[in-house]
């Protein structure tokens, strides 16, 4: 579904990622991992057109996707982004968000399906609040169901279960494991819970200040080789 080869990102003049190749299958969950501050987020960014690379190549679905693609125009293709702190829209109601899914789909697609409301029930029984009176919790939830609104073909998750209750966490993770098994999705997870990464994970690539440690499937990884390798 996705690959991404030689990715270099700056800020102003500072490099923060320098020849990141990444690859992302559909049926799978791809892990991103590594200590704070080693350019996780700034790869999802470029990713999803949030924020344009420096250099490298691109392709989602076999399609390739220029240098400059914005946010919108990767959306249109299928990125689903769930950012970091996730980004809803505080004085909109849980159906006005959802609703903000629907403006890279056609007209005809704009619909908040029924299996979104299975995954996520207390967005259907909080529907009519705002956004801003949710619990960190039902945000994050609130945040994965928008972008699922919008179809993904690949999602990313970024930090999902941060700050976030052990019974939502396990609920997160569920719906993660739900998605992969359909088999018509490719995620990529950024995770600091370790635990939850590893159970999820099918596919590790370790960041160390910008660069691609390692990429290794589960079965060719040991965990305590993965844990030491984002251990501080």
């Known amino acids: 579904m996705l690959n991404v080869e030689n990715l270099t990102l700056h800020y102003g003049h500072s490099q923060i990622l320098y020849d990141v190749s990444i690859a992302a299958e559909v049926g799978k969950v791809t892990c991103l991992m590594g200590t704070n501050g080693v350019g996780k987020t700034s790869l999802l960014k470029a990713i999803s057109g949030t924020h344009g690379r420096s250099g490298g190549d691109m392709t989602l679905d076999g399609q390739p996707v220029a240098k400059g693609a914005k946010a919108y125009t990767l ?30 789909l056609d007209r005809e697609k704009r619909k908040v399906e029924d299996e979104i409301f299975e995954l996520f029930p ?3 029984d909080m529907r009519n609040r705002r956004g801003g009176d949710l619990s960190g919790g039902q945000q994050q939830q609130l945040a994965i169901a928008r972008a699922l609104v ?3 073909k690949l999602l990313l998750l970024d930090e999902p279960t941060e700050g976030i209750q052990p019974n939502i966490i396990k609920q997160i993770g569920d719906v993660i494991r739900y998605l992969r098994d359909q ?3 490719a995620i990529i997870l950024v995770e600091q819970f370790f635990d939850f990464a590893y159970d999820l994970g099918d596919e590790f690539t370790v960041l160390t200040r910008g660069e691609v440690t390692f990429s290794k499937t589960k079965a060719e990884l040991k965990r ?5 390798s984002v251990s501080i």
């Not at 249109?76 to 968000?97: A, H, I, S």
């Not at 305590?224 to 030491?228: K, R, S, T, Y």
């Open 224 to 228: 305590e080789e993965l844990l030491a």
């Open 122 to 124: 207390v967005l259907q």
């Open 150 to 152: 919008a179809k993904p």
């Open 75 to 104: 959306a249109k293709m299928g990125v689903g982004y769930v950012p970091q702190g996730r980004d809803v829209f505080p004085l909109m109601t849980v159906r006005e968000n959802l609703e903000t899914g629907y403006a890279c």
């Open 183 to 185: 088999g018509d999705m």
